[in-house]
């Protein structure tokens, strides 16, 4: 039977209650227990896969598929599991299934209404996760900030599953900001106050509070919100600004929070089972050497479009002993063939990551050209595969206008082209060929050294391929398709010979890269800026 832990936000958003839900899995892990995490999105649509990276940053794919929100990502780190579909629930999702079920009859005339049938779909959305993963706890976070209109019947139906469980199976932990007032620095627990009695006005009574603050959270504060917020004060913690995200389930430990979930639970007995984190936080925090990727792409303002891509080069630089700056470049930048030079000959290491659409294709063709020529560690993930072969076909076969139909559906070389299945598709969500597919390596290639075996299984989200035509003579050209999908014949992996590090994918390695296990691809990556 699973236990459950609720982590709602208060007060603002942005304060981080996703790296706090993941925090609590990664201490629950260390004890021995294993954990499945979801996130409640309120928003209505079906999910992120059709939203602007400039709205909601990056769409993170589970390997069966799903097209999640940003913060999977973060648990998947923490954590260090493989999530399903499961773990992503959006108020779309929810209103579709109930509608479907609608119009088949499936309510036999009844009323139709958001109690019972809307939270019975959002409360069959954790039993199925807890059913499925068979996990010890499960943990939901709840998007958005207590007192929207549209996380109602979320909170509606964790309150129902808080009532229809064992008092010690369910858990509230709700996250606020403490404000700090200008000039007096006087720190502020009447927001707190507020969304404290806001839940309650919702059923929910909060067993634990995690605090953001730019001040430190005393014993006197803690004491005022027990006394207000009817909570003992050890079930008050503060989540202190660290200098890396992974410090935070220690930074929790230390305040004696896992030791009060368990008792909670009732699960006191538990011993720390490991303390790996701990040493790899260590380890990270030792790093002396410091490197500059170039990271070309066309959402680069909003940093948080590539948080996976960055994650995986933070944390493969911090293993390898060192600190990962990142230098943002906006791709249309690079076709200006003046800046070329300017702004990519002090880099370690250039990164072309996924993207869709035309702008800042040719400045991202041009840094691949750069890397290729200059000998400059180079590594394309999706989009950043494409304009490789964008760029060899133009201008080592000397292909004039070689493109990918997405940009130009009537060029005479199409290298980059649609599959025959996804010709006369024509709706956007959900369609691309998303999730886990196995890859081949070659024999005797950079890319077989670095994963050390012959199949791989990667996931994936991207709608145009490798157009084979054009193989034999890349191949010829000194191209190496070092993965194949053998199922379908689609390339998965390219390199250059004779190169520090020329490697593009298909696939999107960044997903599967952990701070306790860092991803093959990135490993090679890093180490081959570090060599530069
Ligand atoms: N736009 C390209 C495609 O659809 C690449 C997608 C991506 O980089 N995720 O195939």
Known sequence: MAKYIFVTGGVVSGIGKGITAASIGRMLKDRGL???????????????????????GEVFVTKDGAETDLDLGHYERFIDEELTKRASITTGKVYSKVINKERKGDYNGETVQVIPHITDEIKNAVYKAANESGADIIITEIGGTVGDIESLPFLESIRQIHSENKQDDVLFVHTVLVPQIPGSD????????????????NGIKTDIFV???DGEITDQIKRKISLFCDVPVEAIVQSKNVELIYEVPLV??????????????????RKLSTNSWEEMVERFKSAKKEITIGLVGKYVELHDAYLSVIQALFDAGYENGAKVNIEWINAESLEDKENLDKNLKNLDGIIVPGGFGSRGTDGMVAASRYARENNVPFFGICYGMQVVLIDLARNVLGLEGANSTEINPDTKYPVIDLLENQENIDELGGTLRLGNYECTLKEGSRAKSLYGKDKILERHRHRYEFNNDFKEDLEKAGAIFSGINEENNLVEIIELENHKNFIACQFHPEFKSRPNNIHPLFDGFIKAALDK
């Not at 896992?258 to 007995?269: A, H, M, T, V, W």
């Open 34 to 56: 294993t954990v499945f995490m979801q996130k409640f999105d309120p928003y209505l649509n079906i999910d992120p896969g059709t939203m602007s990276p400039y709205q909601h």
């Open 186 to 201: 006087e720190l502020k627990t009447k927001p707190t106050q507020h969304s404290f009695k806001e839940l309650m006005s």
């Open 211 to 213: 605090i953001r603050s």
């Open 252 to 269: 929790f430990k230390d305040q004696g929070l896992d030791k009060y979930i368990l008792k909670k639970l009732n699960l006191e007995d």
